[in-house]
């Protein structure tokens, strides 16, 4: 057995303890004699930077030694970690981007969950890191890697997160340490030993079947088109290059107001399935425009944020990551809703005079109500229960007119634009990007869209400006939007645009 150190490297979001793993491994193997030395950084916060442990283990008995006492580091050398553990995906990429994660070298274990950072969260598009480009490039990055999701299989279990990394150590065999000697080592602890010991079982176990996470995706999405049986047969008419989104889009709007609402879905989307038979896109506009349909049909009111507050499964999440057991507790939601929020859900004939007296006045942006709602009681329960109520409502609401009308006119758009080029319809169906979120977010977004239509697509498809520029000039506009919320760039970019639209006409 060689005498060189082992390097662990452990990367763990505050709150899932970390430190209790570490000192799990450091137990487990001091209880064999290993020489073993542990050392915690701290990071700035919980999504700006993980805390890491690092930890040496000599594998060799202490008593072994002759005597000789190993020197062991105090901090991670890059390219020199043998075993790296990942509570979240992203943690895991910041490990191979900073050098500690190498593909001659390191055994990675990681988490597929993901906790978005603030960057990804308030991007005005989809600004989630690419996963499937990450997990490749963890995959080309190691030397071993296993993947499962961490957070999900803890939830399950009843344990945290740490457990479960714990387990998937011990059944990797990475360390000359065995699963029942790490068992002892939690018992050991003598803290939640019940639960640490059935999260670690339950790590085990995942370790051991690595297609558990197929085998789930497979069965969820089997069970998500058996919640579609009336439209099932319309949805398997689809181009297959399209399906899975339509299934997902199909889904999402049943969820959201109902059956009907899901098959409008699918009547618009046989329009731009003949569209885009006539372009002969091979289904790519048609996926593109489901995609973005499907958001934009289910679009944020106060029906749909009460909706999500007292979701069963959200309550059930808070329960179970407050390890609330039997004891009183309450759930707060602070909501700060304003005259436009009202009059979302107001018939047009009521909601558009108030509007428009509130716009003149300047009361919009003035005046909010602050509110404090304890979901957990009976009356915080109630109130947003009968909200919720209003979902049958909600077609004859204000705000869903507008946004329906909004839609088909976008829909109008995508269709004329195949008429010039495949390309310049995917472009017209991305820019539904920017029209996201509630509020001001929203607001900002549905004006630079609208300055997108006027200034630039709708230029292209009266001729003025050239078809082999068009789809760059509507790409180029969206970017500029997406990259800069408040428009100076948009406004830039369509002042260059029509900068040389104009030189061109001139030249001609």
């Known amino acids: 057995m060689s005498g060189e150190p082992v390097k662990l490297l452990i990367a763990a979001l505050g709150g899932e303890g970390g430190g209790v793993l570490t000192d799990w491994i450091v137990s487990a193997a001091e209880r064999k004699g290993f020489p073993v030395q542990s050392t915690s950084i701290p990071g700035v916060a919980q999504r700006t930077g993980a805390t890491t442990y690092y930890i040496e283990i000599v594998p060799v008995p202490a008593r072994e030694l002759s005597g000789k006492r190993p020197v062991l580091a105090l901090t991670p050398g890059i390219a020199d970690i043998d075993i790296a553990l990942a509570s979240e995906l992203m943690e895991a990429g910041r490990l191979a981007a900073n050098g500690f994660v190498t593909a001659d070298r390191t055994a990675l274990i990681a988490s597929t969950s993901r906790f978005y950072a603030m960057d990804e969260k308030i991007a005005m598009a ?3 890191y690419d996963q499937e480009r990450l997990i490749k490039a963890l995959g080309d990055n190691t030397k071993s890697l296993l993947l499962f999701d961490i957070a999900e299989t803890a939830k399950r279990a009843g344990a945290m997160v740490n457990a479960l990394m714990l387990g998937a150590l011990a059944e990797s065999s990475l360390l000359p340490i065995s699963i029942d000697e790490f068992e002892a080592a939690i018992a050991a602890d003598a803290k939640a030993v019940e639960s640490n010991l059935s999260g670690f079982r339950a790590g085990v176990e995942a370790a051991r079947n690595r297609a558990a996470v197929a085998a789930k995706d497979g069965k969820r999405g089997a069970r998500e088109r058996a919640e579609l049986p009336a439209i099932e047969k319309e949805i398997a008419a689809m181009p297959e290059a399209a399906r899975g989104i ?18 409008l879905y699918l009547d618009r989307l046989q329009r731009i399935r003949e569209t885009d038979n006539r372009a002969d896109a091979g289904g790519k506009l048609l996926a593109e425009a489901a995609r973005h349909l499907a958001v934009r049909m289910s679009y944020e009111d106060v029906i749909r944020v009460a909706q999500a507050k007292i979701d069963p499964a959200r309550i059930t999440r808070i329960i179970a990551e407050m390890r609330i057991s039997g004891d009183p507790y309450a759930i707060y939601e602070f909501l700060k809703p304003g005259i436009e929020e009202f009059c979302q859900i107001l018939p047009p ?30 009356s915080g329960y109630l109130r947003f229960w009968l909200l919720t109520k209003l979902r049958a409502f909600r077609p004859r609401t204000h705000r869903f007119i507008e946004e329906q009308a909004a839609i088909e006119s976008w829909l109008d758009l995508i269709a004329a634009a195949a008429g010039i080029s495949p390309s310049l319809a995917l472009e017209v169906a991305e820019c539904a990007r920017l029209i996201k979120g509630y509020g001001d977010t929203h607001k900002r977004g549905a004006a630079n869209f609208h300055l997108i239509e006027t200034r630039v697509i709708r230029a292209a498809l009266a001729g003025e400006i050239a078809a082999a520029r068009a789809t760059d000039a509507v790409a180029s506009a969206r970017t500029a939007a997406l990259v800069d919320p408040e428009g100076e760039s948009l406004a830039r970019c369509l002042a260059e645009i029509e900068g040389r639209s104009a030189f061109r006409a001139a030249a001609e």
């Open 349 to 378: 004939f009521l909601a558009r005079p108030i509007l428009r007296i509130s716009a003149r006045f300047g009361w919009l942006d003035r005046f909010h109500w602050g509110m404090e709602v304890n979901t957990a009681s009976i």
């Open 246 to 263: 339509i299934i997902e889009g199909a889904r999402r709007l049943t969820n959201y107001q109902d059956l009907n609402y899901a098959r």
């Open 126 to 128: 989809d600004g989630r």
